[in-house]
Each structure stands twice: as C-alpha cells, then as structure tokens.
C-alpha cells in the first residue's frame, strides 16, 4: 500500500485506476466527449468519466471556479484575465461563459490581488 499524501489532493478514477491528484498540481479540468480532462502543471492530463459537478465538489471553492459549463478553473495557474477568457501560466486559454464573464472576472480579480496581497500563501 502506498503511504497517503498530506497534502489535499483530487481523487478520480483514471483508466480503471485511483489516481491522486495535489490540487496545486491541478491547471483546469475540462469537459470534452463526455469525460472529464484534469490538465495538470506537470503537462500530464488525466481523463475520468466522473462528472464535472462531482469533481467540483472535491474542489475548495475560492480557489477553483467555474468559468464555463465546460471549464473549472485553478486560480492559483492564472497569470491574466482577458475580456473572453483567462489565461494560465503555461499559456492556455480557458474561455469565460458570456453569462457569467462579469462575476468571473470580479471573482479572479479578487482572488489575484488577496494573493498578491499575502504572498506567504
């Protein structure tokens, strides 16, 4: 058995296989054919059929959001926000539902400068 991590981690079901992964490691998940895609900072994806509500609800809520009914998104990996989508550190482009653009934005903006007001976090 393998010792469990410390740190808080998303559980899926990848390939018929448990796999955990550290949210700081998570990017963005995204809904494409069906599946969930988890596309992680070490440039691995990892793809489960688990729905993305359920996913979300593992999730901590200040730092992930949904920006699309596609898309959840790890504010700690935003480096910019654009008028259609945000922009992550390794230069995806995750778009922003029109309907939810403004509070989207206003919940990034809030969350990059807390960040960048607190950098022990």
């Given at each position: 058995?393998?010792p469990?991590?410390?740190?808080?981690?998303?559980?899926?079901?990848?390939?018929?296989?448990?796999?955990?992964?550290?949210?700081?490691d998570?990017?963005?998940?995204e809904?494409?054919?069906?599946?969930?895609?988890v596309?992680?900072?070490?440039?691995?994806?990892?793809?489960?059929?688990?729905?993305?509500?359920?996913?979300?609800?593992?999730?901590?809520?200040k730092?992930?959001?949904r920006?699309?009914?596609?898309?959840?998104?790890?504010?700690?990996?935003?480096?910019?926000?654009e008028?259609d989508?945000?922009?992550?550190?390794?230069?995806?482009?995750?778009?922003?539902?029109?309907?939810?653009?403004q509070?989207?934005?206003?919940l990034?903006a809030?969350?990059?400068w807390?960040?960048?007001?607190?950098?022990?976090?």
């Amino acid at each position: 058995m393998l010792p469990r991590s410390t740190a808080p981690s998303l559980h899926i079901v990848s390939k018929r296989a448990r796999v955990e992964i550290p949210l700081s490691d998570i990017r963005f998940i995204e809904v494409y054919d069906w599946k969930c895609i988890v596309h992680c900072a070490t440039g691995v994806c990892h793809e489960t059929n688990m729905p993305l509500k359920d996913i979300q609800n593992q999730l901590p809520k200040k730092q992930f959001i949904r920006c699309n009914r596609s898309y959840v998104i790890n504010l700690d990996h935003v480096i910019s926000i654009e008028s259609d989508c945000l922009i992550t550190d390794s230069g995806d482009r995750v778009p922003i539902s029109i309907r939810s653009r403004q509070a989207v934005r206003h919940l990034c903006a809030d969350y990059l400068w807390r960040k960048s007001s607190n950098p022990s976090r």
